[in-house]
C-alpha cells in the first residue's frame, strides 16, 4: 500500500469512528431540548471532564500553538498560563452558575443573563456577541482541519472538499445527539491526540537532537532570543503578556459553550470538585507542551533545511498556519526571513 | 438568587496562581538556569500548572469546611 492509500484509509476510519460515537451517544435516549443542550443535567465527573477538554483543545492546538511557537517563540508560553488560570476562575464560578442554572432551568448563557438580571434585550445582545465571536472561531476551525486533511491525506482529499464534508457530518452527529456527542466524540479525538502530541513532541526531538533537553540547549544557543519573550516578535513582550493572559482566563467563560457546560453536571458540588482537579489532570496541557517542542524545535530545524519534517520542506509553513500569515504584519515578515533564508518574498 | 460568595480565603488561594504564573513574569521570564532541560519560564509554567492544582485543593478545603461549619450552625 503506498503512504496516500494507508492515510487515506487511516483518516477514512477515523472519522467513520467518530461519527458512529457522535450518532450512538444519543441513541435509546429520549431527545428533548434539555437532552440534547445540556445532556439531562446528568453528566457525571468523567463526561464533563471530558467535554470540558474536549471543547478547548481543538485544531489550534496542532496548528496554532506550534505555528506560534515556531514562528514567535517565548510569547506562546501565554497559552499555558492563561487555561490553567482560566480554570482556577472556573472554580470560583461554574458551581454558582450551575446552581442557579438548576433551579430556574436554564440551557444556555441567554437563559442565565435574562433570569439573572430580568431583561430580554441584554440576553439577546449576549447571544448575538456569542454568535459573532463563533463565526470566526469556527471559520478558524474548519480551515485547520481543511490544512490538517489536506496535509494528512498528500493532498489526496482538496481543502475545500475536506471542511464541506467534516462540517456536514458534524453538523449531523450534533443534530442528533446534542451535547452528549460533542463530549463521546472527544473521547476518541483526546486519546488520538494525546497520541500524536507525544510521539510527534516528544518523537522529533530525540530524532533530530536527542533528546528534549538537548534540542532547548541547542536552540538555546543558536537562537537564545526566540526563547523568551519578546521572541521573534517586537511588541509580544511582558506587558503583552499580562495583558493577554488576564484578558483571555478572566474572559474564558463568556464563551458561550463553555459557560453553557456548567449546565450539563449532576452536581455543583462535582463542578467544583471536577475543576479542582482540573489543571493538574489536564492531559492536554501535556500535549500543548509536547506541540510546543515540536513547534521550537522546527524553529531550529528550520535552519536545516535538508532536514525538515518529512524531507517537504515547502510543506513546513503549511503545518504551521501560524507561520503563514505571519507575513501580514512588519515584525512577522523579519521573523519570516529569520527562519526561511530563501522565503523572504512578501506574501500578499 | 441567593447564591452563596466564595470565602476570602479561597479567593486568596485562587490568586496565587495568577501572580506566579501572568504578574510575576518579568521575575521567571529567562533560559538559564535550564531544569530537567527545559528553559526556565518553561520550566516554571510547567511546574505551576501542578502547583495551581494543589492552591485549588487547598481552595476547595477552605470551602468544605466553610459549608460543613454553616450546616452544622442551622
Given at each position: 500500500m503506498s503512504p496516500s492509500a494507508v492515510s487515506l484509509t487511516t483518516i477514512f476510519v477515523i472519522v467513520a469512528i467518530g461519527v458512529a460515537i457522535g450518532f450512538l451517544?444519543?441513541?435509546?435516549?429520549?431527545?428533548?431540548l434539555e437532552q440534547w443542550t445540556?445532556?439531562?443535567?446528568?453528566?457525571g465527573t468523567l463526561l464533563m471532564f471530558l467535554l470540558m477538554a474536549g471543547e478547548v483543545y481543538t485544531t489550534f492546538a496542532f496548528l496554532g500553538a506550534s505555528g506560534w511557537a515556531y514562528?514567535?517563540?517565548?510569547?506562546?508560553?501565554y497559552i499555558m498560563a492563561y487555561l490553567t488560570l482560566a480554570y482556577v476562575v472556573s472554580f470560583f464560578i461554574l458551581p454558582q452558575i450551575w446552581e442557579v442554572g438548576r433551579k430556574y432551568e436554564m440551557q444556555t448563557q441567554s437563559d442565565f443573563f435574562s433570569t439573572r438580571y430580568g431583561n430580554k434585550y441584554l440576553a439577546g445582545f449576549v447571544c448575538v456577541v456569542g454568535i459573532a465571536s463563533f463565526i470566526p472561531y469556527l471559520q478558524l476551525q474548519i480551515a485547520g482541519v481543511g490544512i490538517i486533511v489536506s496535509i494528512a491525506s498528500f493532498d489526496g482529499i482538496g481543502r475545500t472538499p475536506a471542511m464541506a464534508i467534516s462540517v456536514v457530518l458534524l453538523v449531523a452527529f450534533v443534530f442528533a445527539s446534542g451535547v452528549r456527542a460533542v463530549a463521546w466524540v472527544s473521547v476518541l479525538k483526546d486519546v488520538l491526540m494525546v497520541f500524536a502530541a507525544v510521539s510527534i513532541g516528544i518523537g522529533i526531538p530525540y530524532m533530530y537532537f536527542g533528546g528534549i533537553g538537548p534540542m532547548f540547549t541547542a536552540l538555546a544557543h543558536s537562537r537564545p532570543a526566540h526563547l523568551t519573550m519578546p521572541g521573534a516578535t517586537t511588541n509580544l513582550g511582558h506587558t503583552w503578556y499580562i495583558s493577554t493572559v488576564l484578558l483571555t482566563s478572566l474572559g474564558f467563560y463568556m464563551w458561550p459553550h463553555a459557560f453553557g457546560?456548567?449546565?450539563?453536571?449532576?452536581?455543583g458540588h462535582l463542578a467544583s470538585q471536577r475543576r479542582r482537579h482540573a489543571p493538574l489532570h489536564h492531559h492536554s496541557s501535556l500535549y500543548l507542551l509536547c506541540r510546543l517542542h515540536c513547534g521550537f524545535g522546527r524553529a531550529r530545524l528550520a535552519q536545516w533545511r535538508p532536514l525538515a519534517l518529512n524531507h517537504r520542506p515547502q510543506k513546513l509553513p503549511a503545518l504551521v498556519p501560524g507561520g503563514d500569515r505571519r507575513s501580514r504584519c512588519p515584525d512577522r515578515n523579519s521573523a519570516r526571513r529569520h527562519f526561511h533564508p530563501d522565503r523572504c518574498d512578501p506574501i500578499r | 438568587m441567593g447564591v452563596k460568595k466564595p470565602s476570602v480565603g479561597a479567593l486568596l488561594l485562587g490568586l496565587i496562581p495568577f501572580v506566579a504564573m501572568?504578574?510575576?513574569?518579568s521575575l521567571w521570564d529567562?533560559?538559564?538556569?535550564?531544569?530537567f532541560g527545559l528553559p526556565f519560564n518553561l520550566f516554571w509554567l510547567v511546574a505551576w500548572i501542578v502547583l495551581s492544582s494543589l492552591c485549588m485543593w487547598a481552595a476547595y478545603r477552605v470551602e468544605v469546611a466553610r459549608d460543613k461549619k454553616d450546616s452544622g450552625a442551622q
Amino acid at each position: 500500500m503506498s503512504p496516500s492509500a494507508v492515510s487515506l484509509t487511516t483518516i477514512f476510519v477515523i472519522v467513520a469512528i467518530g461519527v458512529a460515537i457522535g450518532f450512538l451517544a444519543g441513541a435509546h435516549r429520549k431527545m428533548d431540548l434539555e437532552q440534547w443542550t445540556v445532556g439531562g443535567r446528568g453528566f457525571g465527573t468523567l463526561l464533563m471532564f471530558l467535554l470540558m477538554a474536549g471543547e478547548v483543545y481543538t485544531t489550534f492546538a496542532f496548528l496554532g500553538a506550534s505555528g506560534w511557537a515556531y514562528s514567535r517563540g517565548g510569547p506562546t508560553l501565554y497559552i499555558m498560563a492563561y487555561l490553567t488560570l482560566a480554570y482556577v476562575v472556573s472554580f470560583f464560578i461554574l458551581p454558582q452558575i450551575w446552581e442557579v442554572g438548576r433551579k430556574y432551568e436554564m440551557q444556555t448563557q441567554s437563559d442565565f443573563f435574562s433570569t439573572r438580571y430580568g431583561n430580554k434585550y441584554l440576553a439577546g445582545f449576549v447571544c448575538v456577541v456569542g454568535i459573532a465571536s463563533f463565526i470566526p472561531y469556527l471559520q478558524l476551525q474548519i480551515a485547520g482541519v481543511g490544512i490538517i486533511v489536506s496535509i494528512a491525506s498528500f493532498d489526496g482529499i482538496g481543502r475545500t472538499p475536506a471542511m464541506a464534508i467534516s462540517v456536514v457530518l458534524l453538523v449531523a452527529f450534533v443534530f442528533a445527539s446534542g451535547v452528549r456527542a460533542v463530549a463521546w466524540v472527544s473521547v476518541l479525538k483526546d486519546v488520538l491526540m494525546v497520541f500524536a502530541a507525544v510521539s510527534i513532541g516528544i518523537g522529533i526531538p530525540y530524532m533530530y537532537f536527542g533528546g528534549i533537553g538537548p534540542m532547548f540547549t541547542a536552540l538555546a544557543h543558536s537562537r537564545p532570543a526566540h526563547l523568551t519573550m519578546p521572541g521573534a516578535t517586537t511588541n509580544l513582550g511582558h506587558t503583552w503578556y499580562i495583558s493577554t493572559v488576564l484578558l483571555t482566563s478572566l474572559g474564558f467563560y463568556m464563551w458561550p459553550h463553555a459557560f453553557g457546560a456548567a449546565f450539563t453536571a449532576k452536581s455543583g458540588h462535582l463542578a467544583s470538585q471536577r475543576r479542582r482537579h482540573a489543571p493538574l489532570h489536564h492531559h492536554s496541557s501535556l500535549y500543548l507542551l509536547c506541540r510546543l517542542h515540536c513547534g521550537f524545535g522546527r524553529a531550529r530545524l528550520a535552519q536545516w533545511r535538508p532536514l525538515a519534517l518529512n524531507h517537504r520542506p515547502q510543506k513546513l509553513p503549511a503545518l504551521v498556519p501560524g507561520g503563514d500569515r505571519r507575513s501580514r504584519c512588519p515584525d512577522r515578515n523579519s521573523a519570516r526571513r529569520h527562519f526561511h533564508p530563501d522565503r523572504c518574498d512578501p506574501i500578499r | 438568587m441567593g447564591v452563596k460568595k466564595p470565602s476570602v480565603g479561597a479567593l486568596l488561594l485562587g490568586l496565587i496562581p495568577f501572580v506566579a504564573m501572568c504578574l510575576s513574569v518579568s521575575l521567571w521570564d529567562r533560559i538559564e538556569p535550564m531544569i530537567f532541560g527545559l528553559p526556565f519560564n518553561l520550566f516554571w509554567l510547567v511546574a505551576w500548572i501542578v502547583l495551581s492544582s494543589l492552591c485549588m485543593w487547598a481552595a476547595y478545603r477552605v470551602e468544605v469546611a466553610r459549608d460543613k461549619k454553616d450546616s452544622g450552625a442551622q
